[in-house]
């Protein structure tokens, strides 16, 4: 099995946890996506990575890894996914346009709190994962927590205008893939 020259780059990345999207603004990581997908080189870095127990996956143009979970993974990975839930729950009340390839300043969103009390009430109880008070602190751990994750990029430091990325789309997807029967949906709790 020959793998293309840049898979110890594409495993540096993934294993991080990090995604690989389409639409990034760094060449490199482009130039990544287009070699996972060229023809023949997704199944050959499947297997080789498959091989040492990472799972190469695709979404809707981004790649990322996802390996065998054990118990103690699974209960981490439903709290990230409860605060990935309340983050993108603040972002489409924000707008519900916002998704890969929108493009936003932090200050547009400081604007819209100061009239919008349901987006305040949700940024509010984001405090809880950044230990911020103030709305800016807040919204600025947050959107650090997105660039990191590879969600989101910076993509003019002056302007302080960023872009969601393809990898966005794995959130949205988390949100779709929760089926909620109507009979417990309309329960009232005790």
Known sequence: MIVPP??????KILSK??????NSSDKNIKTLYNIIEEEDNFDILSQYFQSIDFILNKG???FYFSRPETKVDLENKIEAAFRWI???????TYDHAFTSGY????SEILVKLKVDTELETKLEALKRYTEKENHADILDKVLK???DESFLELEN???QQ???LDAFRYLEQIILTINIPEEIENEIPE
Request: positive net charge; aromatic residues 20%; proline residues 3%.
């Open 145 to 147: 927590k997105l660039i």
């Open 103 to 106: 493009r936003f300043q932090s």
């Open 157 to 159: 430091p002056i302007s």
């Open 17 to 22: 946890g990090l995604f690989i999207s389409s």
């Open 86 to 92: 309340d983050i993108l729950d603040f972002f489409k």
């Open 162 to 164: 960023y872009k969601v």
């Open 6 to 11: 840049q898979t110890a780059e594409i495993f």
């Open 60 to 62: 809707h143009h981004y």
